[in-house]
Structure formats: C-alpha cells, structure tokens
C-alpha cells in the first residue's frame, strides 16, 4: 500500500447551518478537492465571495457551517465529524481559531493551555518560558511579549507573531492558516512568511495550507502549490507561475498592491482555456 496523504479534501460541499431562510444562499463549497502530503505548502486564492472563509470555517469545524457531502481526511482519519478541539488534538492547527481578545489571559498562559490540550504536556511557566525564548529571537520578538494580555492591544503583526508563536510550539503536523480577512499590512505579512519558514526548518514534515488573497505573502513564501478557487471549487492548480501570472496582470492593471482581483482570477482562467 502506497503512503497516504496527510490531508484531503474530498469533494466538499457547504452551507450555512440552518439554512431554512429562503434568502439563504444555500451551498457555497461546490466540491472542493484538496490534497496535501507532508512537507508541502499549498495556497488557495480566488475572488472576494468565491468561498475562502467558509473553507476555512468548514476546516475548523465551525458550527456556522454544515458539510452537506465530501470529506476531510487528516492522517488516514475522516475528521468531517470531528470537533474543533479534538481536529487540534490530532495534530491540526488552525491559525484562525483564536479569540480576538481574552481578557486577563497572557500570551504564556494561553500557550500552556493550548499545549496541554494538544499533547497533554503541563509545562510549569518557567519551562515554557525557556522553551518560547529560542523561538521569540528566531521571530524577532521581544521578551516581554509571552507575559503581554492575549491580543489586547496588539498590532496586526504582533498577532500574528502571536498566532505563528502557537504555530511553533504546539508543533503540528499540518497547518491552515486563513489570511483573508486579517487586513495585514507588508511587516505582518513578512512575520507570516518567515513564521512559517522558521517552524516549518524544525518540521520539515509539516503541511501547510495557506488561504489568503494576498500576493505578496507568496511572493514571501514561495508555496510549492497555487490553487484558484472560484464559486467554490479550486478550478485551476499550478506552481508559482499562477501567482505570476496574477502579479503581471496586475502590474498591468496598476490596481492596488496587496490585492489580487477577481478579474485579474477570471482573466487567468479564460487564458488557460
Ligand atoms: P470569501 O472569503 O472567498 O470572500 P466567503 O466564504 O466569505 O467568501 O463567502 C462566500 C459567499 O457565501 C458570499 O457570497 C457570502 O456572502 C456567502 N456567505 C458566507 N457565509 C454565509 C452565511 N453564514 N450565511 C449566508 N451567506 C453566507
Ligand atoms: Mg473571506
């Protein structure tokens, strides 16, 4: 038997739960398909309202969503049914799943509940924070950092320091990052891209999925795999040359610098034909 994958989207189709309102738009993941075996960075662009939140949704198990067919597999396991915490547990980090804001948690604090969940391991604080001083210099964080209230207060980047620091010790075997709705500025989207780079120089193995609308964040990281999503499927997969070909389109179009079109998205795909 061949090595199986270590994550697969099989045909997902969504909708929103509940969906007994008329007006309700019924299903928006169509059939999405996605595989990734270990190492590999995959990134998902597409158009404003081609899908992109609700998969990530759909990926953390949100209860906003309902998977109406299709799978998701993690490590050989259907994990469809599986809630958030137990996907963590498993292995899964999903960037996206933390609290805006937790008053009176600090940064370390949290970090010891979230390690305790996924591993089961109860670091006393002092241990942890020995173990988050190496990877607080490889980010270019201040010490001061870990003992800082969750998210209160912070910048754009320093929440994703914050979330790429969770990243780092809870050492997943595969992560999804949603990067469409963080509204990330050019220094944050370089803590993205390095945060990943870091983690991923300790984890080789690790499987990286990456939904964003953000060029410059590939052209940071260089994802071995670019997928298109339109109308809530991946219509066209390729390497970095699909995100180049969006970057020349959009050069040419002079539109602005951290986004990518959707015409710019349409455009490719009518070439392709
Ligand atoms: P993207 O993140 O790619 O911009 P979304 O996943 O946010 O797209 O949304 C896809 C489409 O589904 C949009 O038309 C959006 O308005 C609609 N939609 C998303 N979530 C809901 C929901 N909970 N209820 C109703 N419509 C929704
Ligand atoms: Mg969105």
Request: hydrophobic share 40%; with cysteine; charged share 25%.
């Given at each position: 038997?061949?090595e199986s994958?270590?994550?697969?989207?099989?045909?997902l189709?969504?909708?929103?739960?509940?969906?007994?309102?008329a007006?309700?738009?019924g299903?928006?993941?169509?059939?999405?398909?996605?595989?990734v075996?270990?190492?590999?960075v995959?990134a998902?662009?597409?158009?404003n309202?081609?899908?992109?939140?609700?998969?990530?949704?759909?990926?953390?198990?949100?209860p906003?969503?309902?998977v109406?067919?299709?799978?998701?597999v993690?490590?050989g396991?259907?994990i469809t049914d599986?809630?958030?915490?137990?996907r963590?547990?498993?292995?899964?980090?999903?960037g996206?799943?933390y609290?805006?804001?937790i008053?009176?948690v600090s940064?370390i604090?949290f970090?010891?509940q979230?390690?305790?969940?996924?591993?089961?391991?109860?670091?006393?604080?002092?241990?942890?924070?020995l173990?988050t001083m190496?990877?607080?210099?490889?980010?270019?964080m201040d010490?001061?950092?870990?003992d800082r209230?969750?998210n209160?207060?912070?910048?754009?980047?320093?929440?994703?320091r914050?979330e790429?620091?969770?990243?780092?010790?809870?050492e997943?075997?595969?992560?999804?990052?949603?990067?469409?709705d963080?509204g990330?500025?050019?220094?944050?989207?370089?803590?993205?891209?390095?945060?990943?780079?870091?983690?991923?120089?300790?984890?080789?193995e690790?499987?990286?999925?990456l939904?964003?609308h953000y060029?410059?964040?590939?052209?940071e990281?260089?994802?071995?795999?670019?997928?298109v999503?339109?109308?809530?499927?991946?219509?066209?997969?390729?390497?970095?040359?699909?995100a180049?070909?969006?970057?020349?389109?959009?050069?040419?179009e002079?539109?602005?610098?951290?986004?990518?079109?959707?015409?710019?998205?349409?455009?490719l795909l009518?070439?392709?034909?």
């Open positions: 038997m061949s994958p270590l994550f697969v989207v099989d045909g189709h969504a909708r929103p739960a509940a969906d007994d309102d007006a309700a738009p299903e928006i993941l169509k059939g999405l398909d996605l595989t075996n270990a190492g590999e995959h998902i662009m597409g158009p309202g081609c899908g992109k939140s609700t998969l990530a949704s759909c990926l953390l198990a949100s906003e969503y309902e109406t067919a299709g799978r998701i993690f490590k396991d259907d599986w809630p958030t915490d137990v963590a547990k498993s292995g899964l980090f999903l996206f799943q609290p805006q804001e008053a009176g940064v604090q970090l010891r979230a390690l305790s969940a996924r591993k089961g391991i109860d670091l006393s604080v002092l241990e942890l924070r173990a190496d990877w607080m210099k490889r980010l270019g010490s001061s950092f870990v209230y969750l209160e207060g912070f910048s754009g980047g320093e929440k994703k914050n790429i620091m969770q990243m780092a010790i809870l997943p075997d595969m992560a999804i990052l949603d990067e469409t963080s990330l500025d050019i220094d944050a989207l370089r803590i993205v891209a390095k945060g990943i780079r870091e983690v991923r120089a300790d984890r080789p690790m499987g990286v999925v939904i964003t060029q410059r964040l590939l052209d990281l260089a994802p071995d795999h670019v997928h999503m339109v109308d809530g499927r991946i219509v066209a997969s390729g390497g970095m040359e699909i180049e070909k969006l970057e020349t389109s959009r050069s040419e002079h539109t602005s610098e951290l986004q990518s079109p959707c015409n710019l998205v349409c455009r009518l070439e392709k034909k």
